[in-house]
């Protein structure tokens, strides 16, 4: 339990730092909410990596390199959901972006990136168990 506490802190932590880029980006430097979006989620993905990697399942045995490999490739999937989530609430239905940010985020970081996380990417090698 206190890793899935620590794994929602992660993802709260690096869900702001996303969000504070995606506003600044729009608000500052006018920038499409839609490419503010992913650029956030970015930036909040390279957070949650190293959250993941040295707090919440303090994964720091395995090779940084083969991990951030295994997190890419879950990472792309999450973007893929994210932008797609964000291209439906945006772009065809027209909701105003934050809202839609953090509803599919939620959707997102629940039903996808935690469990992704913990038995894909920061998962211990069989002879390490």
């Known amino acids: 339990m206190a890793t899935f506490i ?3 802190v992660a993802s709260l932590s690096a869900s702001a ?7 600044a980006l729009v608000t500052f430097f006018h920038v499409d909410p839609f490419k503010a979006s992913i650029t956030g989620t ?8 190293f959250m993941g990697r040295i707090w919440v ?11 951030a490999l295994k997190y890419l490739l879950v990472w792309v999937g999450n973007l893929f959901l994210n932008a797609g989530g964000m ?10 972006y934050l809202p839609s940010k953090i509803a599919v985020s939620l959707i997102v970081g ?5 469990f992704m996380q913990k038995k894909f990417v920061f998962r211990l090698p069989a002879s390490d168990r």
């Open 17 to 23: 730092f996303d969000y504070m880029v995606t506003i």
């Open 110 to 114: 629940f039903g996808y990136n935690y």
């Open 87 to 96: 291209f439906v609430l945006l772009k065809v239905l027209h909701l105003h």
């Open 42 to 49: 970015v930036c909040g993905g390279i957070l949650n990596f």
């Open 6 to 8: 620590k794994a929602n």
């Open 57 to 67: 399942f303090q994964s720091r045995d395995t090779l940084l390199l083969h991990q």
